[in-house]
Each structure stands twice: as C-alpha cells, then as structure tokens.
C-alpha cells in the first residue's frame, strides 16, 4: 500500500492537505468560535455594573429586633444562603462575597437637605484605611459612633469630631477614609460609599444629598433601627463559559425558589439572569449561524476530499483491476483502496487535529468528532469506490453501449433530497434554528444538495438549446464544445453537488458579514447622531461652535441640547429627555446618511408614545417651560432612552451642550484640537470600530470571512480535480479531432466551452441561493445581537457575493483553459 | 445392417455427453451486454457458440475485430460471465459459480495475459514481485516459497536475469515473459493470452509465444492464445476461427511424413447442425438468403438458388 501510495504521491498529497486543511477547519473554527463565546459571555458580565450582575439577597428588619442582632449572626446567615446555591450556580461564582446591612437614609437634623445612611459592610477593614481619626467604636449611652468617606465628608463640609443629629439621636464622627484600592470592584457594587447621592423627590425644587457613613457592626445591628441587610454572592465572569451558561441561569431562578422558602422574608436581586439570558439568545444565534456556516463548509470539505479520493481510487485503478484480475478477493481490493486513503488522510488529520489545539479555545464534541468522522467518511468512500468500481473483476465497459439511463432507486433517491430541503426550509422557518434540533442545523446544507441536484438535472435542457444555436454557427469549436458539455451532462454529479454548496454557504457568509458591517455602521450612525458628536456639560459657547464650524474637513455644524428632566405628569412624574435641535438643519447634516430624522411640526414639540396622549404637562428642563405635544417620535439618534420618555423641541436651543458635526474623516483631530478638555468627541468611525471589536461580532465575523475563503478555496479545488479527471476522458475526445487539425488554442478554447456552461450555471445557482438563503432561513438566524441594537437586513447589494461567485467562476474557466488539455497533448502528440 | 437388437443395446447405453473429455467446453455460448439498470439496446456479444478444447493442447483463436474473441476469453478466465450456454473450463462449470467459487478460479486453475504489456504487472513491483503477487493474492505461500517459485518461473521463461528490475526498465518482450510467468504463479491448468504478441515487433513476439509454447509443452498447461498474429497462429496445432460470435472454422496442422506441415481448414458445425460458408465462397457464387442442399452419398451438396432468381426474375 506504501508503494502505492508513493506512485500516486500528487493525488495523495492533495488529499492530505485537503484532509488537513479540512480538519483544521472543522476543529480549529469551533475552538476559536467557543472562545469567542466564553469572551463573550464574560464581557457581558464585566461590561454590567458590578451592582446589577452580583446576586444581592435582601432582608428587611423593621422595628422588631429578633432576628440578626449581632455580625455573627448574619455572617451565619451568610454560609446558610451559599449553601443554597445550586452547584451550577456556585461553580460560576466567588466564594468570597460580602454582606452588610445599613438603617435608610436619616436627615441630618441641622443640615437641610442632607441625609446620612449607617452601614456596616463585612471585611471592610481591609478595603479602607483612615486619613484621620480611627474605626468607629460600639456605641456609648445610646450614642452611635460613625466613620465617613473623606471625599463625601468634605463635600458636606463635616469634620473629624463632629456630632450629627440623627432622626433616632446623634452620632459621632470618629475617623475619615479612602479606599485603599478605588479599582476593586467592592466599590462598584457598594456605590454608596464613593460619592454624595443625589435625589431629587417629586416636584421638589432642590436635590437631597445621601452620604453613607461606616458604624460599628454589633453597636448598629443591636440598634433599635429599622435595617435592611444585605447578602452579595458575586459571578466570577472568569468561570462563566457559553457552555455553562444555561445551567447558570436555571440556577439563579432555583435559587430566588430556595431562598423564598426560608423563615426569613427574602428577596433576590440580580440583573445577572437578565445579562444571561441575553446572552444566551445571542449564544443560540451564534451557534445557529455558525452551526450553518460550518454544516456547508463539512458538506463542501468532504465533497472536495471524496472528489479527491475518487481521483486517487481511478488512478489506482488499473493496479487494482490487476489485483483483482489475478485473484485479489473484493475485501482485500477495498481494503487497500481504503488503506491507501487511510495513508494519505489519518496521518493529515491526525496533524490538523494537533495542530488546531494551538487555536486558543475550549474543545467541544465537534472538535474531536469532527476529524475522525472526516477520515472515516473519505476512508469509506475509498474503500466503498474501489468495492464498487471492482465488484466484478472486470473493470472495462463496452463503448458501443447506450449510455444507461438513471435508475429508478437514483431518482428516487434524489427526489427524497429535494423534498427533505424544501420541508426542512418550511419547519425551519416555523420553528428557527435555535431549538437545536440536529436535522434543522442540517437544513441549509440540505438544501444546497438539493438545489445542486435539480441543477444537474436540469442543466441539460438549456444546453440543448444552445447546442442548436452553436449548430447553425459558422466555427465548429463552440458546437463542439456544448456538444462535448451536453453528453457529460448527466455525467459527474459530484463536482456540482460539492460546488453548489460551496458557493451558496460562501455567497450566505460574504452576505453575512456585508450585512453586519452595514449593520454596525448603521447601528453607530444611530447611536452617535452625526459623523462627530462633541459634548460637554459645561455648555458649548457660540464662539466654541464657530470654532468647530470652521474646522478642517468640517461640512456643518447643529447645535443641540440634551439633557434629562421629569414630564410633569400623575403624581410622580414621568423621567423624560430632552432633545432641543432644529430638526430641519439636522435632516439637511446626516442627508445621504442612514438616519431619519423626524418632521418638525409646526408648532409645540414631538414626545414618545406615553406622553403623546397629554395636552400639555411642565418640564423643569432646560428651562422651565410647557411642553405640548404635537406629534409621536420613537427614538432620536444620539439618545439612549433607557427606558425613559422622549421630548424633541423643534428649535435651535438657547443652551447648547451637543454638537452633531459633518465632517469627513479628517476633521476629527482639527475638531478636538479646537475643544477645551472636558468636552467628550464620539465619531461613527470609532463607534462602528468598537462595535466590530466586540468578541462575538469579531469572532462572527472573523470566522464567516475565514469560513467564505475556505469556500471559494475548496470550490476551485473541486473544479481542479473535476478537470484533472477528467482529462483523460477529453484528452481521447481531443485526439482525433487535433489530428484533424484542431489548434492548441482551438483545444484550450474547446475545453472552456465544455466546462463552461456547468460551471456557469452552478455558479449562478449557488450564488442565488446564497443571497436567497437569509430570506428562505427567514427568522431562524437574527443577526441584529451582533450589532448593538440595530436590526440587520440582508438588503444590501448582492455585489460582494456576485463578485466572489465570479471570481471563483473566472479562475475556474481560465484554469480550464490553460490546464484542461493536459491529457491531449499525449494522445495527439 | 443392424437388428433390433443391436438398436436397442445401442440406445440403452449411455453416450458420452457432448464434450465430456473436452478441458475447455463451449455450448451454445451467449454474452449479452446490457446496459446498467436499465433499459437500452443490448449487445450480443457471442451468439451461441460451441468450442471444444483438449487438455494440453495449444490453440490459437482469431477472428476481426468485434467478433467476441476478447468476450470468450474474458468469459473463459472467469473474469466475466456468460448470459446463457454452457461454458466448462478444467471441470468448472463457470455459470453455476458461487463468488467464491470464482475467486477460487481465478486464483488457481487459470491465468492470463493482456495485450497491453503495461496492464500485465503492476509498475512498482519487481518482475520477482510481480510472478509473487498472485501467490501472495491467494495466500498460504510462505514467503520464502513464493521468492524460489517466482525464480524458477523467470527461469523457466528465460527472465531470470530481469528478476529484479521494475517494469519500466524491462524491454516489450521481457515485460510480456515475465507476464507469462505471472499466469503460471499458481500453476494453473489453462492459460489464457488475449493478444499477447499485438503490441511487439515480428522477433520479439516470437519469444513470447515460445515462452508460452515453452510452458504447454513443459508444464502441460492448456493454453489459449487469441490473436491477429499469423506468427503465432501458423505455429499452433488448431487455430479456430470465430465470425460473429460464433465459431466459424478450425484450422488443424499435423506434421506429413516428409517433415512438412499440413495445414487443413475445415468450417465448423454445430450442435445445432448449422454451419458458417465462407463469406468469399457464397459471393463467388452469388449465394443469397437461400442455398439448395442434396444429399449425395458422401457429402452435402450446396448450391445457389437458381429457381429463386428465376421466379425473382
């Protein structure tokens, strides 16, 4: 088998370095794919506040003083409630959390305004230390002794030593402190002790100011304050993988279900199921899509590899027919044709299988099963080939036969196909491709098969037509070369059916990732407002705005103003933004752009759907004035509602403190160089890059761009075996006609036209079904997680997938051309 | 004249079947081809052909091209398989074969020997490896065993000093010996040769075909030798003639007593009672569509039809 191997050494190291090529792919994508997903995952619980994604168990101690009179007592409680946690859930989280508990804000009574919080939190001494004075000690007659922020004591003006009366009596001021390390992420979820809070009640004119002070622990439980305590479990996002997530979100529910059973009335608080939970549909999609993407890339991977085989198989075959011939049983015959493939493949995908290790990445079930089931598969079809081609021992057929037609079981067969793709388009449609079913993921590859089975079919009848054409023409070359098509017509279904997928998945992939970098972009254009948007807090002077205006590469300039203000409206109000912006002149800026900008009305101002039906209501911002709605806006581009209402004032506002710039490019650096400091320059540019960087959109993105080359590769290959096996074949078709006088030009240009119209054709067809593929897939695969909050559109032109099904058919042809002949120079030499 | 009796004892005992001594039987052989799995129209191949073939003997088979020598000797080596008809080959009936049985056929009671000198021996075997191969195919040689038959083989057909050398570095001639060697590996009972001699210059097809007749005479192997080559088909003891599928005449050559060789052309009657004319004889006489036979007292007149072309007149 050695020595055989080593006479078809060309054919077999094509195999192998498809073989590894193809194993390198299907190990090494779903590697860098996992580790994307676990860098996802882990972004999206490093990106939420520290405050949101910890799991917070509340308890609420009102007058009564049973339970949690001492530190030990909720330390207990503490192991009691980690115990609870579900092992999916505790393997995701630190064993070192924090608690603590702290009285509501109390009014200062000689300060107006101004509140102050009594807290203890657990290990806090570790996390501070005392720029004066010393920890609070246990309580004295009644009177609790404190230890305040240094920055939010300075910002109230209250001193070391000072004595503030409370609601329940006064307490001491014994020390200030700073953190030791602002970084840690305590202080992100403990927020209360960083700065001054600010909250302004109902109709109130003025903010209150809430500070948090640290008291001694056992002095402020046993203290006949209403408390609230708090118990904070932490996600380590480090533990957290694509492939844990779901048992981690079905841990946090069972969780907030033990803790509810408990003699104590417990609240979980978490954002952590939500962060998620958002992930995770992101996670279905990712896997739906990639599940696609790599489905056609395995189907198209072993289409190339079986083209190889078979070449490999018919050039052993004469060896083989001898073997056979002079006693070589059926088993033992397969078995060195299999063996042979075993040769050049196992030890391919053995080294791609250790090389994709050095892809960064968790290993799933498809990285180890994927490079056996490819050398399995092309084993197989070695083997299951020579089998068939040398059941009986004789290999030649007679060329005076009619050519056989196809076989009833065949038809069958492929009408089984095209009607498993089509129904399985339907179910996917109705159902998406995130319910892991293995048959749905199978679908779009399916589908390429099937479509790639009516082409083959149909193909010939064109052909005829133009056969006809090409009769009645004067140059006998391109007769004779559809005539020459038209006989291999029903002739090698491989190449077409390896082709068709190819170039379908590859046109869905370059669409794909077309889209999304639209997507992005648009999403950016949506989320900054204008190429350049400058902002600052402290207002934007006139001059400033001339300065901007006159800037390098700067087309114009608006003025606006955004801020946020309560909409008068029921008893509490309504949070609400404001857009103050002449609308006119902001259409005129983003024209040509992907923004709309509303209509201005008339008169009065455009607000969101739940403040539409009022007459008219107060805001407090940018000035104090009555708002009267007179039309319906949903989002404006540059605000981020957050669940707030919208106001749009139609007018160039008195005080500005945004910027929408026009600019090109270029401007950027002029634009900044004008702006003093404290003004904050956001560009679609930078946005649009940021987005892109996300580690799912880039790992996406990078593997639909590595998955689309690999396509075009493996097709061109495909097309290169087809020709090469068939040279023989041609170069026999070829050599009585040179004898009669056929150039070598003539020959080359005879070959084209043979090749040309099943190449064009399936090219077209795989590139129509590729553009077709997101509409036929419809809502299984939702692309808009990928880009921010903007919903993605396949719309885009077709032009980057024409040009690469072109590309590939171009090579192809002029491969065909210049290397198709190779067996005739023999035969008519 | 015979009694009664003598018909009845005669009638009574059993008469030997027809070709029941023959080492190589044909009756009423038919090859059709069809295409694959479906309908198309057929080919026929051999259309009832008889042939009988002694054991040891040396025959030589010709006919044009197309005429179903190739599909006889392809049948006969068990390499294909006959449509209807009886074929036997060294006792074997080839229809009634099990897969296995072929196998077994194949491996050990015949051997054979393309045209094509390339198709005979695999390129990157040895010649010593290449006479092993089938021994080694069939298994149960010890390897020590296969290397000194292999070397007596290349010896008996004057080779042994190509024992080592690939196929590429043999000459035409030294290919087609040591293909010659290879089909008495397992030393088989008939050897089969489908032009054996068609790609080789007049010299060194002449060592070839004495290298075969070197192993009928040596070895008693039957051999069968289909050819276009007069060399080869003046030289044997029966050179049969085969014309659209059938067997059409017998060429029988036995040594005169002055030393010289008779050749005697006879046509060939079938089973059946029916016999090929020579094609130059009946358009000589303008024989069409009918002749007239009669029966005279020690052969069968055959005559063309004259009242047919008068009453066609």
Redesign the interface.
């Known amino acids: 088998m050695i020595?055989?191997l080593?006479?078809h050494r060309g054919v077999a190291a094509l195999l192998a370095t498809l073989a590894l090529g193809a194993t390198l792919l299907v190990s090494g994508l779903p590697r860098m794919m996992e580790s994307a997903l676990d860098a996802g995952i882990r972004d999206a619980v490093d990106r939420s506040p520290a405050q949101t994604t910890a799991l917070g168990i509340f308890a609420t101690r009102r007058y009564d003083l049973t339970p949690l009179r001492t530190v030990d007592e909720v330390a207990r409680r503490d192991a009691e409630w980690r115990a609870l946690l579900p092992p999916a859930l505790r393997a995701v989280t630190l064993s070192g959390g924090f608690y603590d508990f702290a009285t509501s804000p109390m009014a200062m009574g000689d300060r107006h305004h101004q509140f102050l919080t009594l807290q203890w939190v657990s290990g806090m001494d570790r996390r501070i230390r005392y720029v004066e004075g010393a920890a609070p000690g246990p309580s004295t007659g009644g009177r609790l002794e404190v230890a305040l922020p240094a920055a939010t004591a300075a910002e109230l003006s209250i001193a070391n030593g000072d004595t503030l009366r409370v609601e329940s009596g006064t307490v001491t001021v014994t020390g200030l402190f700073e953190p030791v390390r602002p970084a840690d992420r305590f202080w992100s979820i403990d927020t209360e002790f960083t700065h001054v809070v600010r909250r302004r009640p109902p109709l109130a004119q003025e903010d209150d100011l809430i500070i948090t002070g640290l008291a001694h622990g056992d002095s402020l439980a046993g203290a006949p304050l209403p408390l609230v305590y708090r118990w904070f479990i932490t996600p380590d996002s480090g533990r957290l993988t694509a492939r844990n997530a779901e048992a981690a979100l079905s841990g946090v529910g069972e969780f907030g279900r033990r803790l509810s059973n408990q003699d104590l009335q417990l609240s979980l608080s978490t954002r952590l199921d939500r962060v998620i939970g958002e992930y995770a549909g992101t996670l279905a999609t990712t896997r739906a899509l990639m599940a696609v993407v790599l489905g056609g890339l395995a189907v198209v991977c072993l289409g190339t590899m079986a083209l190889a085989v078979l070449l490999l198989a018919e050039r052993m075959g004469?060896?083989l027919l001898?073997?056979r011939?002079?006693?070589?049983?059926?088993p033992?015959i397969a078995l060195v044709g299999g063996g042979v493939a075993a040769l050049a493949t196992v030890p391919a995908v053995a080294a791609g299988y250790a090389l994709s290790a050095l892809v960064p990445g968790p290993a799933t079930l498809v990285v180890h099963l994927g490079p056996p089931v490819l050398a399995g598969v092309v084993v197989a079809v070695g083997a299951a080939h020579v089998a068939r081609r040398h059941r009986?021992?004789?290999g030649e057929t007679?060329e005076?036969?009619?050519?056989?037609?196809?076989?009833p079981r065949r038809v069958a067969g492929e009408v089984l196909v095209v009607v498993l793709g089509v129904g399985g388009v339907l179910t996917l449609r109705a159902r998406g491709l995130g319910s892991g079913d293995p048959f749905l993921v199978l679908v779009p590859a399916l589908l390429a098969v099937a479509a790639a089975l009516v082409v083959r079919r149909l193909y010939a009848l064109p052909l005829r037509l133009a056969v006809r054409l090409a009769a009645r023409g004067r140059g006998a070359v391109p007769y004779l070369g559809l005539t020459m098509s038209a006989r291999a017509a029903t002739g090698a279904a491989l190449p077409v059916l390896t082709l068709l997928p190819a170039l379908a998945i590859a046109a869905y992939g370059a669409a794909t990732v077309g889209a999304l970098g639209t997507a992005q972009r648009e999403t950016a254009w949506r989320e900054v407002g204008a190429e350049i948007r400058v902002e600052r807090e402290a207002g934007i002077p006139a001059d400033l705005v001339e300065r901007v205006r006159r800037a390098p590469g700067v087309r114009g300039v608006v003025t606006a103003s955004v801020g946020q203000t309560v909409a008068e409206v029921g008893f509490g109000g309504r949070p609400a933004t404001v857009v103050a912006v002449d609308l006119d002149a902001y259409r005129r800026l983003v024209q040509g752009g992907p923004l709309t900008i509303p209509r201005a009305p008339g008169t009065g101002a455009l607000v969101s759907h739940d403040l539409s039906a009022m007459r008219g209501f107060e805001i407090g911002w940018p000035e104090r004035m009555t708002v009267v709605p007179a039309g319906v806006v949903g989002a404006m581009p540059a605000v981020d509602l957050r669940d707030r209402a919208l106001i749009v004032i139609p007018a160039q506002p008195a005080h500005t403190n945004t910027l929408l710039v026009g600019a090109d490019a270029s401007a950027v650096r002029a634009v900044r160089a004008v702006l003093p400091p404290d003004a904050r320059v956001t560009t679609v540019r930078d946005r649009a890059a940021e987005l892109a960087r996300a580690p799912l959109a880039s790992a996406v993105d990078g593997v639909l761009r590595a998955v689309t080359a690999a396509l075009a590769v493996y097709a061109l290959v495909a097309v290169a075996i087809a020709l090469v096996g068939g040279a023989p074949a041609r170069g026999r078709a070829l050599g009585p006609l040179r004898s009669l006088g056929l150039t070598t030009r003539q020959a080359r240009l005879l070959t084209m036209i043979e090749v040309a119209p099943a190449l064009l054709l399936t090219t077209l067809a795989g590139l129509a079904l590729g553009l077709a593929m997101p509409a036929l897939l419809g809502r299984g695969i939702d692309l808009s997680a990928y880009a921010g909050a903007g919903a993605v559109s396949h719309a885009p032109g077709p032009a980057v997938p024409a040009a690469l099904a072109a590309g590939i058919a171009a090579v192809a042809l002029a491969g065909a051309y210049l290397g198709g002949i190779g067996g005739s120079r023999g035969q008519s030499g | 004249m015979d009694s009664l009796a003598d018909l009845e004892s005669r009638a009574g005992r059993e008469a030997p079947a027809f070709g029941a001594r023959a080492h190589i039987l044909c009756d009423n052989l038919v090859r059709i081809f069809k295409p694959e799995g479906a309908t198309g129209v057929e080919v026929v191949a051999l259309q009832g052909l008889d042939l009988l073939i002694g054991e040891g003997e040396l025959v030589a088979i010709v006919g044009a091209s197309g005429s179903g020598k190739s599909t006889l000797l392809n049948v006969l080596s068990g390499l294909d398989v006959p449509t209807a008809g009886l074929a036997r080959v060294a006792g074997v009936d080839l229809l009634s074969m099990t897969p296995r049985d072929r196998l077994r056929f194949r491996r050990f009671v015949v051997g054979f020997i393309w045209q094509q000198t390339a198709r005979n021996l695999l390129p990157y075997l040895t010649a010593r490896e290449n006479v092993a191969l089938p021994m080694r195919l069939a298994g149960g040689t010890a390897r020590r065993e296969r290397r000194a038959r292999a070397g007596e083989l290349l010896e008996l057909i004057g080779v042994a000093d190509c024992a080592d050398r690939r196929p590429g570095e043999l000459s035409g001639g030294q290919q087609q010996r040591v293909a010659v060697a290879v089909a008495l590996a397992n030393s088989p009972q008939v050897i089969l040769a489908d032009e054996p001699t068609g790609e080789l210059d007049s010299e060194t097809s002449d060592t070839v075909f004495g290298a075969l007749r070197h192993a009928n005479r040596e070895l008693g192997v039957t051999t069968v030798i289909v050819t276009h080559d007069p060399l080869v088909s003046e030289q044997v003891d029966r050179t049969i003639g085969i014309r659209d599928g059938r067997t059409s005449s017998e060429t029988v050559r036995r040594t005169s007593s002055d030393g010289g060789v008779i050749a005697e052309e006879y046509a060939v009657l079938d089973r059946a009672g029916r016999l090929q004319l020579p094609r130059e004889f009946t358009s000589a006489l303008s024989m069409e569509h009918r002749v007239r036979l009669e029966l005279e007292r020690d052969h069968i007149g055959v005559w063309p039809d004259t009242r047919g072309d008068e009453s066609n007149d």
């Open positions: 020595r055989l080593v006479v004469p060896g001898l073997m011939a002079r006693g070589g049983s059926l033992s009986r021992p004789l007679r005076d036969l009619v050519a056989a037609r196809t076989s």
